[in-house]
């Protein structure tokens, strides 16, 4: 939005600005510059998860493109009824319209040519025509029909070409992939008003009461400073406030715009179930795409749940594996590590004894509690730490949304992959809330830091509520609003210049 109004603007990446598409992907690999060519994040993340130490990599993209790198492109808005949230005090906890951001949502769908089909329970959407299931995926979509459901097609960023199947559930680096680097990034690039500079490390934001004056930065083991008229934070929900608790000074002795002291409080994750639905009869499971959602359960009885979708995955041995081990980092279980390279054995006796099924997964609302929370690390201040309890609630409701979807599989046989709470790690928000007062809100209806005139913050930082759907096209789309705002502001200050 900036640079198509005419402003320069300059991209600080951790990452490389291109990934490499030859290299081997191993998301377990502990190679630094091996997962940086894959574009992902490079180190482990640590945290407390119901006081449990956790240590894992995260499912956070490292490059020019963030963490869409590594998504699996589903882009679904939140519901209408997400903007209507309150806060316990009674109070709206959105400070904007769910009207106020649909022409952005339209506008992030056809950049990212977005496809699938209209959702029956919600607004329409700016999107393409999908392509044709698979003979699975089609009875799936007709077994949920006929239980009561009203399913529809995924909406995923994709450019569908000639030959290439529908979405599965793995990374996918085809051309047909609508990610952040392609449908923002490289137009941007391409107005010559934009400069990436990548395997670039901010450290802090040096700032005073009236605003940011300079980034310290190092590239390649070099210090550098970087000055600019407005900054933006777009690293993600976990690093942005990390950074500015780490940007403390004798201004800001608290982190920077903290006077609320909610800068890295309220952190929400998706929890979502992972499950194997087998077909009935003699349909095959064959490449089954991630092709089916469905919102029937979104909100029941007056409770927030959320989504169902396809993952377009099959339980085969390699996606059983890949599930055991992440699984065992997740969940802190110290003891089964030495394992992991002996887990292909199980898996495969699984997948033996159960024969192949298709993965669906669901995703449930989060709620914000002051004490989830991103905060340094006591003795590793460069590694992401985060604490959180899983707190009653959100059992209770995962369990309401297992007994409601059960139902809309009835007559086949599933299997639910891990009984527990399964916190969705690439879904982090919530850390730099936005809201009308500076006393309960990091940022302002504009995204801008209550505190700080010249910063904003438009990644996943700025929810309130998490919705019960993929965040990422309302990241996108509030995106694109907060940059036509700031092309306004700055024209205004070119003309008292």
Known sequence: MLAKAGYRTIFLEKGLAEFVESEPDDPDSHDQSQRLRNGRWPEQICGKVNAKLVRFFPALGCGAGGSTLLYAAALERLSPQDFQAVDKDGSAAWPISYNQLEPFYQMAERLLHVSGTQDPLQPDAEVNDPPEMTECDRHFFSSTRSNGMHPYRVHTACKYIKGCGPCGGSICHKSCKQDARRAFIEPALATGRVTLVDQCVVERLNADRNGIKELHCTRNGEAIKVTAKLYVLAAGALSTPLLLLKSRNDHWPNGLANSSDLVGRNLMFHASDFFAVWPRGRTRVSS?????????????????????QSTGLAATAGNALHF???????KGINWLKPFKPLMRVPAGIGVFLYGKA????????????PDNRVKPHPDEPDTIYFEYTIHDELRERVQRFRDLYRSAFKR???????????????????????????STAVLDSNNRAHDVPNLYVVDGSFFPTSGGANPSLTIAANALRVGAYMATELNALSQLA
Do not use: Q, W
Request: glycine share 10%; charged share 25%.
């Open 412 to 438: 086949h046989r599933m299997m639910l992959l891990g009984s527990d709470i399964s916190l969705n790690y690439g879904h982090a928000c919530g850390t730099c809330r936005f809201g009308y007062d500076r």
């Open 288 to 308: 089954p795409g991630k092709s089916i959602a469905f919102r029937d359960f979104y909100v029941h009885r007056g409770v927030k749940l959320g989504v169902i």
């Open 324 to 330: 055991l081990k992440s699984l065992i980092d997740r």
């Open 358 to 369: 298709t993965i669906f997964a669901s995703i449930i609302e989060d709620r914000p509690y």
